[in-house]
């Protein structure tokens, strides 16, 4: 009786292990996938900018904030709000300024965005700075 007590403790336990590290996995492997993909449409804004294509700027613009809306609310429940708040008032400022095709201004908007998003990938990644 006591033995089946202990081993139904230990099972129950080791599930809860494996189950914490497959959601912990997950949101690593989500955050990374979403970070590549929204920095790589950035990028391609910041192109567009550059050679001062705003239409192509615009459509690009719309894209990443299409992107953004889906990939948000993945976020909301793997990431801390503030952060998910900086990316969006980042990028309403960058679609903003590609609108009034201020090409400085959406310049620096893309740089910040592209240092968020590097930022939130760096940060939920499992390393020892991130852990002590």
């Known amino acids: 009786m006591r033995y089946g007590f202990t081993v139904k403790v230990i099972i129950s336990l080791l599930i809860l292990i494996f189950l914490t590290f497959g959601v912990g996995l997950y949101a690593l492997i989500t955050i990374r ?10 990028d391609k804004a910041e ?7 705003w239409i192509k700027a615009k459509e690009q613009s719309t894209l990443i904030n299409n992107k953004w809306q889906k990939i ?6 793997l990431i801390d ?4 708040d900086k ?7 960058m679609a ?8 400085d201004d959406a310049l620096v908007e893309c740089a910040v965005l592209k240092e968020l998003i590097k930022h939130i990938a760096d940060k939920d990644s499992p390393v020892i700075q991130n852990i002590f």
């Open 87 to 93: 990316m969006h008032e980042s990028m309403m400022r």
């Open 33 to 42: 996938r979403t970070c590549a993909e929204l920095y790589n449409e950035v």
């Open 47 to 53: 192109k567009f900018i550059l050679q001062e294509n």
């Open 72 to 77: 948000r609310k993945e976020w909301a429940m």
């Open 96 to 103: 903003a300024y590609i609108k009034l095709e201020e090409d």
């Open 81 to 84: 709000h503030r952060e998910i």
